[in-house]
Antibody
Framework: QVQLVQSGAEVKKAGASVRLSCKLH????????INWVRQATGQGLEWLGW????????GYAPKFQGRLTMTRDTSKSTAYLELSSLRFDDTAVYYC???????????????WGQGTLVTVSS | SSELTQDPAVSVALGQTVEITCQGD??????ASWYQKKTGQAPKLVIY???NRPSGIPDRISGSRSGNSASLTITGARAEDEADYYC???????????FGGGTKLTVL
């Protein structure tokens, strides 16, 4: 059974940074993109970016370039998302999600983590 | 703003059929995937590719595409289908992913 296990809730001050983690089974970690998606209360789903499992190269949605960093620790089969210069509107539930098999043009995310609530306060 | 456009809300009578649509230029090239989202739960993939369902998704849920529009059809709507539905695809460049704004489905 595919599982993505995310780290716990975070409360941060505006202007600070937050680092979230997403742990997968080693086989999944090594062969599938990991995506990050968020949802603010009352808002829709928003794609933040992805990480290629083979190269470790990340790709970020244009809106987040400069503030977002995705990394990984292959020894722990864990992906990380770090968002800096936090603003109040970054308050949201952040999800990691597994992408399709390599080479699939028609993208989808078939398994999701449980979500991590990030609250940005003053 | 999203490159994929959805109607904000749709309603359907219990047992009837409803179609949720998604429009965007990238859909001429890529099939959309569809997710069901309920409050307090992670999104659940319900349709991907041409018309593929993950294990456990009933065949009364189906997907289609025509031109720059993708559709999710639910036949025999049940109370449990009440949720937000999001379409998802690559953007026009193919280098990024985008979600539609979501459609709130109410089952009457």
């Amino acid at each position: 059974q595919v599982q993505l296990v995310q780290s716990g809730a975070e409360v941060k001050k505006a202007g600070a940074s937050v680092r979230l983690s997403c742990k997968l089974h080693p086989i999944d970690f090594s062969n599938y993109d990991i995506n990050w998606v968020r949802q603010a209360t009352g808002q829709g789903l928003e794609w933040l970016g992805w990480m290629n499992p083979f190269s470790g190269s990340p790709g970020y949605a244009p809106k987040f370039q400069g503030r977002l960093t995705m990394t990984r620790d292959t020894s722990k089969s864990t992906a990380y998302l770090e968002l800096s210069s936090l603003r109040f509107d970054d308050t949201a539930v952040y999800y990691c999600a597994r992408g399709p098999p390599p080479g699939e043009l028609n993208y989808y995310c078939d398994h999701w983590g449980q979500g991590t609530l990030v609250t940005v306060s003053s | 703003s999203s490159e994929l456009t959805q109607d904000p809300a749709v309603s359907v009578a219990l047992g009837q059929t409803v179609e949720i649509t998604c429009q965007g230029d990238s859909l001429r090239r890529y099939y959309a995937s569809w997710y069901q989202k309920k409050t307090g739960q992670a999104p659940k993939l319900v349709i991907y590719g041409k018309n593929n369902r993950p294990s456990g998704i009933p065949d009364r849920i189906s997907g289609s595409r025509s031109g720059n529009s993708a559709s999710l059809t639910i036949t025999g709507a049940r109370a449990e289908d009440e949720a937000d539905y999001y379409c998802h695809s690559r953007d026009s460049s193919g280098n990024y992913l985008v979600f539609g704004g979501g459609t709130k489905l109410t089952v009457l």
